[in-house]
């Protein structure tokens, strides 16, 4: 909404220099300002359009992410079955209390200190399934069931780094950035370059106003999967349903 309401700040400011300044039939320079006005509105849209498909492919990244951590844990889970009942019982206590420290992860992305002890604790807790499997080896007749453990051990900590970086790297802030200053120069001369600015060429600019901003607010959205309105799409209610294993 902030840039909504600034961006038709700078038409309206566009307008008034224009009529001020300039005569009022006095048509855009032909030395190539022409020229320069459209490579502008072209950079402005080659770096939102970069944008967008790179918060886009995040955004797939992330929801893939969480596919494959919820088959991770499952399996591991899964293959505690094969254990006596000593180990299953440990294995199974160990798995649940890191599937309730996953599920804090995602729901507190927004609270840095919550989220930070939620990962920390996940770690903490697979690295004692680490040793509990580690501990299982030296039992007899187990030794295929230790093995598939390690490998759903292995994939869950892989899983959790490769998540780890995704939700910290996020869209550059200097396109951010960018973006935001390409905004103005734009809103500016959408005011400035119009010879006759009435009702209907008021209703254009203040429609592709809006709709740039829309575009811009979803790119932002998909940048922050795990904060923006779209978290919902993203399939964790899988890893909550898992729960019901236990």
Request: charged fraction near 20%; aromatic fraction near 12%.
């Amino acid at each position: 909404m902030v840039l909504f309401l600034a961006s038709l700040l700078l038409a309206i400011l566009g307008k008034i220099v224009r009529n001020k300044y300039f005569h009022q039939d006095e048509i855009i320079s032909k030395d190539g300002t022409g020229a320069l006005l459209g490579a502008l509105f072209g950079l402005w849209a080659f770096v939102l359009a970069f944008s967008f498909a790179n918060s886009a492919s995040r955004f797939d990244s992330v929801r893939n992410i969480l596919v494959d951590e919820y088959n991770a844990v499952s399996n591991a889970v899964y293959w505690a079955d094969a254990f006596p009942d000593s180990l299953r019982n440990t294995f199974r206590s160990d798995l649940k209390k890191y599937l309730d420290a996953r599920i804090d992860y995602y729901n507190n992305v927004r609270d840095y200190n919550r989220f930070l002890r939620a990962r920390n604790e996940a770690i903490g807790i697979g690295k004692s399934l680490w040793v509990s499997t580690i501990r299982a080896t030296l039992k007899p007749n187990i030794g295929e069931s230790t093995s598939n453990m390690f490998a759903s051990l292995t994939a869950m900590r892989n899983i959790a780094e490769r998540r780890d970086e995704l939700l910290l790297s996020g869209v550059p802030d200097m396109i951010i950035s960018m973006l935001f200053l390409l905004t103005f120069p734009v809103a500016f001369f959408c005011g400035f370059t119009t010879h006759k600015t009435k009702h209907l060429e008021w209703a254009v600019i203040i429609g592709f106003l809006l709709l740039a901003t829309i575009i811009f607010y979803i790119t932002l959205n998909l940048g922050r999967p795990m904060r923006s309105l779209m978290k919902g799409n993203l399939g964790e209610e899988r890893l909550v349903e898992l729960r019901k294993v236990f």
